[in-house]
């Protein structure tokens, strides 16, 4: 048997992490249309490998200076990325996982500094 060659780690799936309570939380209060598009936008997501992800300019990953939710142990960098045409996810990255650790009421308070 022939062993498949190791996929260079932009070419591997996105795997996603929706674990964060904060994420849940601001999911979870959405009306149902709009639980309904972050779902359809995390479906897509699933889909993607991660130089698809980094290069769709629907999603417009980018990196942003200060997270308004505190970050995972050993995390220092974090992202945010259009969940739907209203919001905004901050997101991390660890290996193949995208961390989605919150989900902005609007699309402004994803810039915002820490929240204390």
């Known amino acids: 048997m022939v062993a498949k060659p190791e996929r260079s780690q932009s070419d591997q799936r996105v795997q996603l992490d929706l674990n964060s309570p904060a994420f849940l939380r601001s999911w979870f209060v959405l009306e149902k249309d709009e639980k309904v ?12 490998t991660w130089s698809q992800e980094y290069g769709d300019p629907g999603l417009k990953w980018e990196a942003i200076a200060h997270s308004p939710v505190p970050l995972p142990p050993g995390i220092s960098s974090v992202y945010c990325l ?25 699309h402004d308070s994803t810039y915002q500094q820490s929240r204390k």
Do not use: G, K
């Open 37 to 48: 598009r972050v779902l359809n936008a995390l479906e897509r997501l699933n889909q993607l």
């Open 82 to 106: 259009r969940i739907t045409q209203a919001r905004r996810a901050v997101a991390c990255r660890e290996s193949r996982f995208m961390r989605l650790l919150w989900m902005s009421p609007d």
